[in-house]
């Protein structure tokens, strides 16, 4: 150990305890003693095991769903639960974006979820448009003379708009007729409020509970507007008929949502693969710093607002897509979709799940919004409690904030901190304490011992 | 001599409290400097308005050879000119490695997207290495930076100041908790860190100062009262009315 001998010979002050270290441990541990080398194995997968893993994972889930569905397969599972369990891979890819911000970065955004449904508009737009264009064409194809193209503008709108007594497309559908530009503003709108919101946010050093505060209301307020029957996006009743993909009458819906269900786990797969390689470098290292002392990096001179823009919108473009997939599988949207309300639903997912690990959200949301699909469909079976039934539709909510709290207290970690006793991996929480007196003892191994 | 940072004639109050009276100081390119005086005095304060924490009343803050103004400066653009500042409480990122924190400290651009794309290479691994040693954590590269002792933190701390490269460092009673040869070792580092930069040295414990061997400033009541080695000053009458002598 030549590279140690060095170390110690410069370093007489240290030199007895890293000595007493070498001497004693024999072997043990390389990985404390290598440096950056060894502190440091080299490409992205080599660091990051749990992507490959999860990308496994989702690989397998996806085949097997796919053998076992009404489309392609056995027919074991229902089309309407391969459509639940697309749309909770969503859900899964929208908490990836929550866990970035709130997990890494410490933004506790109780506003993601207005993203979420921005990009379900967005694409919504375009699907209610062109279908109800295809049926507009087709009833006024046995008109003496073709119709113009006013003549079919004024019938779709008539269509769409007339559950709100409208008949004239407001400015916000300008671009409904065309696919890439929804598809652009899927990812264009929700990044642009996220900009606009983050930078006043952020430039004014609104920080914690109040910047919660502040995104609810953000939420809260889309929300309003967009029940208004004038906000030009149907008001409470939202968009409808998403399920039905604009020439694709013809296939049914069990293949459709297997198409969905791969496309929303190719979407997740990505996400995963870019929230880990995006919190993997020293870019991850800055926003934990953030999360855990803004100044201290402000004062290594990182432009801390510019940082949490950028983890803002970035968060808010993932959040704009995975709506965007998730919604033609519900097959309406509406304003409830984005009260305040959700929102704080996606943070309870992440923390149950366990925040600060990628993995960790996706369990949390799969796991719990599962749950909660079981329990408010009234499968659950009914707890009588003789003088009281408990039915679940009723009380699920109480057990879910019952153990939103328990996790809390008792569990910060969440159900991602099973794994850690499965790895072995044991982070000593001392808060800095000293375990002895010496001071350049290896207290970690100490505890071990 | 020409001078690095040129503070004059600034005031900053806290509702109605002044805490800082009309300061100047001024330190050169390559000097140490310690800065004693009785809690409440303005140390803190003097270094939150460098830092661009604080925005002073009045005065000007001067700083390099161009002479720009720090007061218009947000903290980041201040740390990136040159200006490296260590709390009193070892302020480390607890939750990552050491090598970790010295990597971040590293200089290099701090924008957003190029610390996105940033993957280290080789020399920035051999730099914090190089680093990790001379604060004598070259075995703990790979430890989380929380299971450190309290005198390991100062030293990250200023290891992480130094991969800065700043062109003045201002560092908050780096003593405090420290065993006697931790201090001992502290010294070490700061004298040699003030053969290229600026270095000013915040600290009670007159003993640390001694060891230190450099000019002193005394500060009382937000402005400057003495000014000289510490051997005149201390003979000084004010500063044994105010600080010694009570």
């Known amino acids: 150990m030549p590279a140690d001998a060095a170390v110690t010979d410069k370093l007489p002050h240290v030199s007895s305890s890293v000595r007493k270290y070498l001497g004693g441990s024999g072997g043990q541990a390389p990985r404390d003693r290598g440096g950056a080398a060894a502190a440091r194995p080299r490409g992205f997968f080599a660091n990051n095991p749990s992507v490959l893993i999860f990308i496994a994972c989702l690989a397998v889930f996806t085949l097997a769903v796919t053998i076992l569905s009404e489309g392609l397969g056995l027919g074991i599972i229902s089309t309407s639960f391969v459509k639940t369990l697309g749309k909770t891979l969503c859900l899964c890819l929208v908490a990836i974006a929550m866990d970035l911000v709130w997990g890494y970065c410490g933004i506790l955004s109780l506003g993601h979820f207005a993203f979420f449904g921005l990009g379900g508009y967005m694409i919504g737009m375009w699907l209610m448009y062109e279908r109800t264009r295809l049926i507009v064409v087709d009833s006024l194809a046995n008109a003496p003379l073709p119709p113009t193209p006013d003549e079919v503008r004024d019938g779709i709108a008539t269509q769409i708009f007339g559950v709100v007594g409208a008949s004239d497309f407001p400015a916000v559908w300008a671009f409904a007729h065309s696919l890439p530009i929804q598809l652009a503003l899927v990812v264009i709108v929700p990044g642009l409020l996220a900009l606009v919101f983050g930078w006043l946010a952020f430039r004014s050093r609104v920080t914690g509970v109040y910047l919660s505060i502040l995104t609810q209301a953000m939420t809260l307020a889309l929300a309003l507007y967009l029940f208004q029957n004038d906000s030009g996006l149907r008001g409470n009743n939202g968009l409808s008929g998403l399920q039905n993909l604009p020439g694709l009458e013809a296939v049914p819906q069990a293949l459709i949502s297997v198409w969905f269900l791969w496309g929303s786990a190719l979407a997740l797969g990505l996400g995963y693969v870019l929230a880990a390689w995006v919190v993997s470098g020293k870019l991850g290292s800055v926003i934990r710093g953030i999360r855990d002392d803004e100044a201290r990096v402000r004062f290594l001179g990182y432009p801390v607002e510019g940082f949490k823009l950028f983890i803002f919108t970035l968060t808010a473009v993932i959040a704009g897509i995975a709506g965007a997939l998730y919604y033609p599988q519900a097959g309406i949207i509406n304003p409830a979709e984005i009260a305040p309300i959700a929102s704080i639903y996606l943070a309870v997912w992440v923390a149950i799940g366990g925040r600060g690990r990628i993995y960790g959200a996706v369990i949390g949301a799969a796991f719990v919004s599962l749950l909660s699909t079981w329990f408010t469909g009234g499968q659950a079976p009914d707890l009588p409690l003789g003088i009281y039934t408990v039915q679940w539709v009723d009380w699920w909510l109480v057990l879910l904030g019952l153990s939103f709290v328990l996790v809390t207290l008792f569990a910060p970690k969440g159900i991602g901190g099973l794994f850690d006793l499965v790895s072995h991996q044991r982070h000593p929480d001392r808060h800095g304490a000293d375990l002895g007196p010496d001071m350049g003892s290896y207290r970690e191994q100490e505890a071990q011992e | ?246």
């Not at chain 2, 794309?117 to 051999?126: A, G, K, M, N, Q």
């Open chain 2, 1 to 246: 001599m020409s001078t690095l940072l040129e503070v004059s004639g600034v005031s900053v109050s806290f509702d109605g409290f002044r805490a800082i009276n009309n300061l100047s100081f001024s330190i050169g390119p390559t000097e140490l400097r310690a800065i004693i005086g009785p809690n409440g005095a303005g140390k803190t304060t003097f270094m939150d308005i460098v830092t661009g924490k604080t925005k002073p009343d009045e005065g000007r803050v001067l700083w390099g050879d161009e002479n720009a103004s720090l007061l218009r400066m947000s903290e980041s653009r201040i740390a990136q000119a040159g200006v490296g500042r260590k709390f009193q409480r070892p302020t480390v990122f607890e939750d990552q490695s050491v090598f970790d924190n010295l990597m971040m400290a590293l200089k290099k651009p701090r924008n957003p997207f190029k610390v996105l794309v940033f993957r280290p290479t080789s020399e920035d691994e051999d730099r914090v290495v190089a680093l990790a040693e001379e604060i004598g954590l070259a075995a703990h590269l790979s430890r989380k930076s929380g299971e450190l002792s309290h005198g390991q933190k100062q030293w990250l701390e200023i290891g992480m100041l130094l991969a800065q490269e700043p062109r003045l460092l201002l560092v908050d009673e780096p003593a405090a908790g420290m065993t006697l040869a931790e201090r001992e070792h502290t010294t070490e580092i700061l004298k040699e860190a003030a053969k290229t930069r600026a270095v000013v040295v915040v600290e009670h414990d007159m003993e640390f100062v001694r060891r230190l061997d450099c000019k002193v400033t005394v500060l009382h009541e937000g402005s400057v009262l003495a000014e000289g080695s510490l051997d005149h000053v201390t003979k000084n009458k004010d500063v044994i009315d105010v600080y010694l002598g009570r």
